[in-house]
């Protein structure tokens, strides 16, 4: 009789699998560097017409798909994050920019709801705006309809609270367990990393992430907890 287990494989700790995957990506940029030049040269001999066009159009993709391999990577990295204090009210005009430029038409579907003042928080602020960034897309790519989306700002004991809502026609199944679990995603460009991204930067920032799937108005609400004053995020780590 066979093992029921024997078709499962071996586990794989998870830092061989960071390690694997960061010298993945890191290959695979290498060669698409080399076709980079390799197509920029192609394209000086060629000169303007219709080849110097396509090669164009071939080094955008190529440029596209080096970026998606290095934020892959990123993932993994090592985090040595930068706090300063930020006000709170300039960090929000800049996330929406940042929502405006990447989501265009999508972005009307947000509806803003902050309530801050003049505070100032301390922050990296790449990476909180990344952490959102994640949070705010995933709430875009999963939208019903065209329901909208409310993205409420607002402190409270010390606390900044970011806080995405949207209408969900199903509950949301194991959500406590969101982000904890990387690569169990087959999803193009996803892969289970997002929401583990976001729990990463939490962790060195000394934040949280909080699911909640409420059945009585069928709303589902993904809420990011962050200190004003950081005592857990260490820039020299």
Same mark, same amino acid.
């Given at each position: 009789?066979?093992?029921?287990?024997?078709?499962?494989?071996?586990?794989?700790?998870?830092?061989?699998?960071?390690?694997?995957?960061?010298?993945?990506?890191?290959?695979?940029?290498?060669?698409?560097?080399?076709?980079?030049?390799?197509?920029?040269?192609?394209?000086?001999?060629?000169?303007?017409?219709? /080849? &110097?066009? +396509?090669?164009?159009?071939?080094? $955008?993709? !190529?440029?596209?798909? @080096? #970026?998606?391999?290095?934020?892959?990577?990123?993932?993994?990295?090592?985090?040595?994050?930068?706090?300063?204090?930020?006000?709170?009210?300039?960090?929000?005009?800049?996330?929406?920019?940042? /929502? &405006?430029? +990447?989501?265009?038409?999508?972005? $009307?579907? !947000?509806?803003?709801? @902050? #309530?801050?003042?003049?505070?100032?928080?301390?922050?990296?602020?790449?990476?909180?705006?990344?952490?959102?960034?994640?949070?705010?897309?995933?709430?875009?790519?999963?939208?019903?309809?065209?329901? &909208?989306?409310?993205?409420?700002?607002?402190?409270?004991?010390?606390?900044?609270?970011?806080?995405?809502?949207?209408?969900?026609?199903?509950?949301?199944?194991?959500?406590?367990?969101?982000?904890?679990?990387?690569?169990?995603?087959?999803?193009?460009?996803?892969?289970?990393?997002?929401?583990?991204?976001?729990?990463?930067?939490?962790?060195?920032?000394?934040?949280?992430?909080?699911?909640?799937?409420?059945?009585?108005?069928?709303?589902?609400?993904?809420?990011?907890?962050?200190?004003?004053?950081?005592?857990?995020?260490?820039?020299?780590?």
């Amino acid at each position: 009789m066979s093992d029921p287990d024997s078709n499962q494989g071996p586990d794989i700790p998870l830092p061989r699998l960071v390690g694997f995957v960061k010298q993945v990506t890191h290959d695979v940029r290498n060669g698409l560097n080399a076709i980079d030049l390799q197509a920029a040269f192609i394209a000086e001999i060629a000169g303007n017409g219709e /080849v &110097a066009d +396509e090669l164009s159009k071939l080094r $955008k993709i !190529i440029g596209h798909v @080096t #970026r998606d391999m290095q934020d892959l990577s990123s993932r993994f990295g090592e985090m040595r994050p930068v706090i300063i204090a930020y006000p709170i009210e300039e960090f929000l005009e800049g996330l929406r920019e940042c /929502v &405006a430029e +990447e989501f265009e038409n999508q972005a $009307k579907r !947000i509806i803003w709801d @902050t #309530r801050t003042g003049a505070e100032e928080m301390e922050m990296d602020f790449a990476l909180l705006t990344k952490a959102l960034m994640e949070l705010i897309r995933n709430a875009i790519f999963f939208r019903e309809g065209d329901q &909208a989306i409310h993205l409420t700002v607002r402190l409270d004991s010390g606390d900044a609270i970011f806080e995405i809502r949207q209408p969900r026609a199903l509950p949301a199944i194991d959500a406590d367990r969101w982000g904890l679990e990387p690569l169990a995603s087959s999803r193009r460009g996803g892969y289970g990393l997002g929401l583990f991204y976001v729990r990463r930067i939490l962790d060195k920032l000394g934040g949280a992430l909080h699911p909640h799937y409420d059945p009585a108005s069928h709303e589902f609400s993904m809420r990011l907890t962050l200190p004003l004053r950081s005592e857990h995020a260490d820039s020299r780590s």
